[in-house]
């Protein structure tokens, strides 16, 4: 049975690393607990670090459209707290109101704004971190522009809390658009949808999401901002395929996916988005224009990896698997190596779940 | 010149041919400083590579013979950054200057670290795209330095910084190996490392091919120019826009020196007046219209005595050229002067505004604010006459005082120009010593040697090998291209 603890403050979650660090005790990070079985099942658990008592949002700067957050708090939390002065985080993730702050951001989870906002990484501007050593470190900080130092918050974000744990974060906002409409189009394959998409993308249109979903067989395009505005990118639209308005429900199709036997991430370029779905032949696939999907697969997840990585794309299994979860590291491999044990030299921190065996 | 260094220059001539060595000390003088030209050292040699081989072969004599390099672009940088090392070489991609590959249905160019900024633009133009990093200097600066720097731009408060719009890269690493960070494809498994070689400041190792993001231009794109009395006013204007949810392309301000120098060098026809404000929106026309009557709005109930809206594309340039000509016109003002690069949250403008006011009567030195007044990055001008005895220290004095305000306000020492050199003095006053070793960690990562751009950044360079915990084999050394030391 691995012990549970709940650290209070950032320097007790160093404090308590430093403990396990010193007596070979392997630890979990843990923020809601909604994937803790994402990646590769961890060589052992000895401590599990809990997040839960870290969950306040500290201060939201409306005016500087800043906000510090620390890392236990629910992504649905901080969102209510920054929509009382019209602002949000402009990201979209998988169940919001369990998902931690530390978790997505230890996942680098990123939904269809992703194409307009950036992903976590754009978003990001500061970071507290514990270090297995019992450090605690700050990098970046409040201001949304900063360039004194390296950035940290962009090497800890995706890194799946196998340099450290997140205590706490600093994002750069966005308004809440006043208005928004979803336009959706049946397009016959996803031929037709990939040359749709890729014009769209190609047109002037201030769109903020877009996507293409293989069960209905429709692109949605997600408009904000002012009314004037959207009808007339509406009007736009309209000659460019047989839109209508469709639901904004329809922006939930990658969290629906679930429960399934075999999911993944996929990523390849616009360019080759159909060729992928053709060859993958997923039960499902929600494609956004960036390239970045998700698909429920049947059949040999190892085939399915092929096919996207001699493309130069890639598959993460999100589900549990006979196989390594991550794929192809690239050549950088022994230089994330080399990262890993700068940080965490003797892995003690999420041991054999991350890319490469780290 | 000493036989090793001789002998050494021979096996670098091997390499890059004669025409890819400069050695002589009157030719070797052009590369002593970069944009900040009081400091200034001589590097043993400055090597012209063409290609990423002769990156890899000069970097693997480097490392074989423990010899510090810097990478250089242009040289435009503000704060040392290619400020060569005594003893090293300055390793140049000014011939690496191909784009290699432009892909308009991916929105992405694959270019040379030598190519300069405005040509990527120049490049997809006739295709409606463009590169949206637009540092002033954009029209001489390479993409190898942008990436180094993490330049900014006006318009990085819609479209983000350099570190937004790069892909992924080809690096040299210190020890010579050939690695690819990022992927083409978004989202490549593993930490990013092209995240962190961004901004590095050419500490990590030299980028020698770029993938870059390229925007298609808006269908509209508007101008605006607001008179206001003072510049606090100016600043209330701009928090009114924030709270209405309006996100501008980009959010200039301008004090009253500044519209003098911008004024008396290109003419843009500024409004006289204690602030002045520069807003661009753009977009589909429809929403730039709607929004535009929104700031006009916003500007005139926050007592803007005088605003117009460029008429033409011509105009518009007009405008923009005063603004980015500001630094160099404050020649026609003092003779001298140093340009800082704070940031402050931007709420706290008011405060900052009226401390380096009374700082300015305390020393009796005139300051000219341009200001990023979007996102807080502050370019305080520190006017001063150097053949006037201590004019020049105390400007230097000043213009420290004011990074440590912008600290003091919870804000960074630069927000686009980098460390480098300059400010690495203050790097401490900044975060404390566990941040500044954390960072370094990666530095010991990339380059356990200490030898690319090794003395820049950080005040002290951490010893790498030193961290805690037992005894492991590096994976650098397991793969034996490093050893400890
Ligand atoms: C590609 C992808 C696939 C996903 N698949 C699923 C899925 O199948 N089912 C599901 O329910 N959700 C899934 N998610 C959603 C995702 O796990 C959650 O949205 C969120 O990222 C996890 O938040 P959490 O607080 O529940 O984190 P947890 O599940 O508690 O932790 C997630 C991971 O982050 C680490 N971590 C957590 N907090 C910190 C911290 N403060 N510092 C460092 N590391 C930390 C953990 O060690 C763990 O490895 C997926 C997300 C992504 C990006
Ligand atoms: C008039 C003027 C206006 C300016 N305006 C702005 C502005 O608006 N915004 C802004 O951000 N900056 C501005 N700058 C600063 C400067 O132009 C930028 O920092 C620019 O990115 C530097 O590019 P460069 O090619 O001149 O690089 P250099 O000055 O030659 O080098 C800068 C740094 O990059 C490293 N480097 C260069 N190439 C590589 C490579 N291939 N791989 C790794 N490291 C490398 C060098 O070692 C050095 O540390 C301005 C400068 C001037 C003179």
């Known amino acids: 049975m691995s012990e549970i603890v709940e650290p209070k403050t950032a320097r007790e979650v160093a404090d308590k690393l430093a403990d396990a660090n010193a007596r070979g005790r392997l630890v979990s990070p843990r923020g809601g607990g909604s994937k803790l079985d994402w990646g590769n099942p961890p060589a052992r658990t000895d401590v599990v670090v809990s997040t839960a008592a870290l969950n306040r949002v500290v201060e939201h700067a409306w005016a500087d459209m800043t906000v510090t957050v620390e890392a236990g708090c629910t992504v649905a939390r901080l969102q209510e707290t920054l929509a009382q002065h019209g602002q949000r985080l402009a990201i979209d993730v998988l169940w919001p109101e369990r998902a931690t702050i530390g978790g997505i951001l230890a996942t680098n989870d990123s939904g269809v704004l992703r194409l307009r906002f950036g992903s976590l990484r754009d978003l990001v501007i500061g970071m507290t971190v514990a270090l297995p050593d019992g450090t605690l470190a700050m990098s970046g900080g409040k201001v ?215 | 010149m000493t036989a090793v260094s001789s002998q050494l220059l021979d096996e670098f001539r091997a390499v890059l041919g004669e025409r890819g060595l400069i050695s002589s000390p009157a030719e070797l003088r052009t590369y002593e400083c970069d944009g900040l030209t009081n400091f200034r050292v001589a590097p043993i040699a400055v090597l012209l590579p063409t290609s990423t081989a002769e990156v890899q072969d000069v970097v693997r004599i480097c490392h074989r013979e423990r010899i510090p390099f810097v990478a250089r672009g242009s040289g435009t940088g503000l704060s040392g950054g290619a400020l060569p090392i005594a003893g090293g070489v300055v390793i140049s991609l000014a011939r690496m200057k191909r784009i290699l590959d432009v892909d308009f249905a991916n929105q992405r160019v694959v270019v040379e670290p030598g190519v300069i900024n405005l040509e990527v633009t120049g490049r997809v133009a006739p295709n409606n795209y463009f590169y949206a990093p637009d540092p002033s200097s954009q029209s001489v600066c390479t993409i190898g330095g942008n990436v180094a720097e993490n330049s900014g731009g006006a318009h990085c408060l819609k479209y983000g910084f350099t570190t937004t719009h790069v892909l992924a890269m080809e690096v040299v690493l210190p020890n010579g190996d050939v690695v690819n960070l990022g992927s083409n494809a978004l989202d490549a498994p593993g930490y990013d490392l092209s995240g962190v070689f961004v901004g590095a400041e050419g ?58 120098a911008a004024e008396a060098a290109v003419h843009a026809n500024y409004p006289m007046c204690g602030g002045l404000l520069l807003v661009e929106l753009d977009g589909p026309t429809a929403e730039v219209e709607a929004l535009m009557a929104q700031v006009n709005k916003i500007c005139t109930d926050h007592g803007a005595s005088e605003i117009r809206v460029a008429q033409s594309e011509g105009e518009r340039m007009v405008v923009w050229k005063g603004r980015k000509a500001a630094f160099a016109a404050m020649g026609r003002i003092s003779p001298n002067y140093i340009v800082q690069d704070g ?40 006017l001063y006459d150097r053949r006037i005895e201590g004019q020049e220290h105390a400007a230097e004095k000043f213009s420290e005082a004011i990074l440590q305000l912008c600290i003091d306000k919870g804000g960074s020492i630069t927000g686009e120009h980098g460390v480098g050199e300059e400010k690495k003095h203050m790097m401490p006053k900044m975060y404390a010593e566990p941040d500044l070793e954390t960072m370094q960690r990666v530095r010991c990562a990339f380059d356990p040697l200490h030898l690319s751009n090794p003395t820049k950044v950080f005040p002290r360079p951490r010893l790498c090998g030193e961290a805690p915990g037992e005894y492991k084999p590096h994976p650098l050394e397991q793969a034996g291209i490093a050893e400890r030391f």
Request: aromatic share 4%; hydrophobic share 45%.
């Open chain 2, 343 to 382: 940031v402050i949250p931007r709420t706290a403008l008011p405060e900052v505004l009226d401390e380096i006011e009374r700082m300015s009567r305390e020393t009796g030195l005139r300051v000219a604010n341009v200001f990023h007044a979007g996102d807080g990055n502050l370019h305080p001008l520190v």
């Open chain 1, 144 to 358: 949304v522009k900063n360039v004194a130092g390296y950035d940290l918050p962009k090497l800890m974000t995706g890194a799946l809390g196998t340099l450290g744990v997140i205590t706490q974060a600093v994002f750069r906002l966005h308004p809440i658009p006043h208005h928004t409409r979803t336009l959706t189009a049946q397009l016959p394959n996803a031929e037709a949808a990939q040359k749709l998409m890729i014009a769209i993308q190609d047109s002037q249109l201030a769109h903020s999401a877009l996507q293409f979903r293989t069960d209905a067989s429709s692109v949605d395009v997600l408009l904000e901002g002012t009314e004037a505005g959207i009808q007339a990118q509406q009007a736009t639209l309209a000659t460019m395929a047989a839109f209508t308005e469709g639901s904004a429900t329809s922006w939930n199709a990658r969290q629906e996916l679930w429960p399934a036997e075999t999911i993944a991430k996929i990523s390849v370029l616009p360019s080759q988005i159909a060729e992928t779905l053709q060859q993958l032949n997923p039960t499902r696939a929600v494609m956004q224009a960036t390239g970045i999907g998700h698909v429920t697969l049947t059949g040999d997840p190892a085939a399915a990896r092929h096919i996207v990585e001699v493309k130069g794309g890639s598959l993460v299994l999100l589900t549990p698997s006979s196989i390594d979860a991550w794929g192809n590291p690239g050549d950088a491999l022994p230089v994330m190596r080399a990262v890993k044990q700068q940080f965490d030299p003797n892995a003690i921190l999420n041991r054999g779940r991350y890319v490469g065996g780290l």
């Open chain 2, 203 to 260: 500490t990590l190792g030299i980028a020698t091919k770029v993938t870059l993001r390229i925007v298609k231009r808006p269908e509209q794109i508007q101008t605006l120019l607001a008179a206001f009395p003072t510049a606090n006013e100016a600043g209330t204007a701009v928090s009114g826009i924030i709270a209405a949810g309006i996100v501008p392309a980009a959010i200039e301000m301008m004090d009253s020196l500044s519209i003098q």
